[in-house]
Structures are given as C-alpha cells and as structure tokens.
C-alpha cells in the first residue's frame, strides 16, 4: 500500500501525460468492505509479487522481477539498471516512509490490512496518478501502449505462466486494436482494486485467483 506521506505526494505532483478519462472512476466504486473475494485478489497479487515465496515482500521480490523481465526482453544491462530502479521505486511505495526499504519484510497479513486501511481513503485521489507511473514502468519501449510482448514479460517477471497473458492482455485491451493504452490499464487495476464483484473480468489482472 502507499503511506499518508506517498499519497499525498502523488496528489501534488504535476504529470506530463493528458488527464485520464475513465469509464469508472475509483469514486465511483462502493466503499470496500474487505470481503473474502476481494482478500482473494490481493492475496493473489501479493504472492505475484513474492517472486521467491518466502512469505514477505522484500526488496529482494522486487530486484528479481525486475532481472526476470530484463531476460525475457533480452535486454542490455543499461536497460536492465533502468527496469531495477523502476521496480525499486514500486518497492518503496508499497513500504511504509518511516520504514527502511532495503530491510524492511512486509508479511502477507500485514499488506492486506494496510491496503484495507486506506482503500476508502484519499487513496481513491492518489491511485491514478500512481498507476499512471505504474503503467509507464509496463510499457518498456517508451511508445505509449503495452504491447503482447511487454505484458507477457511483466507475467514472465512475476513467475505467473504466460499461457495466462493472453487472456488478461484480451481483457485490457477492451478495444481490441491489438494494444492496452493507459487508460485501459488503469481502468483495469482500478476495476480490480476497488471492485468486489466475483463475476468480474478483472478479477485475472495477475492470472487465476488463488484458492
């Protein structure tokens, strides 16, 4: 989750990219009531990101996501330190400011109950323009969409099969035109996030929920 300091310091931030037209907004979704489906999802996002399932989110999950995708793309090590430093970025807003980010260990239990503790808050103003830097970290050459190759390396990064990209990146992609723009993806997470509905096509955002 982002911490009070992070979530405002995302609301005042200037973005360079046009305003975000969503068909839903975050506002628009009822208050969570952290039921089993939605501890469901976040569950299954948390141990996506527990590259090495020890358990804890670690600076370490996030180094090795990162050195899973720069492989999948064959990427340079220039590239590579780019990607390393895009996810270490992500780390440190999921931990708390007053925590140390190279030590900390975030149990899944506790991410749960943080995110719950501020999902109905002024996280609602500050996830956009978080997802928006999210979304660039995605789109690794910089033009604007995710690609099929893009997205299934960020599958790749988090160990989730990629047999499961194609459908996800079809759910994204409500268009069709073979590309997820940014407000398709943000729409998606945001669906995801904030949704409690078990029939919902965003409940696959990081492959099938776990049992």
């Not at 310091?9 to 939605?38: C, M």
């Not at 990101?49 to 996030?62: A, E, I, P």
């Not at 997820?180 to 904030?194: A, C, K, L, W």
């Amino acid at each position: 989750m982002m911490s009070k300091h992070l979530i405002q310091g995302v609301l005042s931030r200037r973005f360079t990219q046009k305003a975000i037209s969503l068909k839903r907004t975050p506002h628009d979704y009822p208050r969570v009531t952290g039921s089993e489906h939605w501890k469901r999802k976040i569950r299954t996002f948390f141990r996506a990101n527990d590259v090495d399932s020890d358990r804890y989110l670690t600076k370490h999950d996030f180094e090795m996501t990162a050195h899973r995708i720069a492989d999948y793309m064959k990427f340079n090590d220039k590239m590579t330190k780019e990607i390393i430093k895009i996810r270490l970025n992500a780390w440190k807003a999921i931990v708390q400011e007053e925590n140390d980010a190279e030590n900390s260990k975030l149990s899944e239990d506790v991410y749960l109950s943080n995110l719950l503790a501020v999902v109905n808050t002024d996280f609602r103003e500050a996830i956009v323009g978080f997802l928006s830097v999210d979304f660039d970290s995605l789109d690794l050459d910089g033009d604007g969409f995710i690609s099929p190759k893009e997205h299934e390396a960020f599958f790749s990064g988090f160990g989730i099969p990629i047999k499961h990209s194609a459908e996800t990146f079809k759910m994204f992609d409500t268009d069709g035109d073979g590309l997820i723009t940014r407000e398709e993806f943000i729409q998606g997470v945001v669906e995801f996030t904030f949704s409690e509905d078990e029939n919902s096509p965003y409940n696959c955002l990081f492959g099938p929920l776990i049992d």
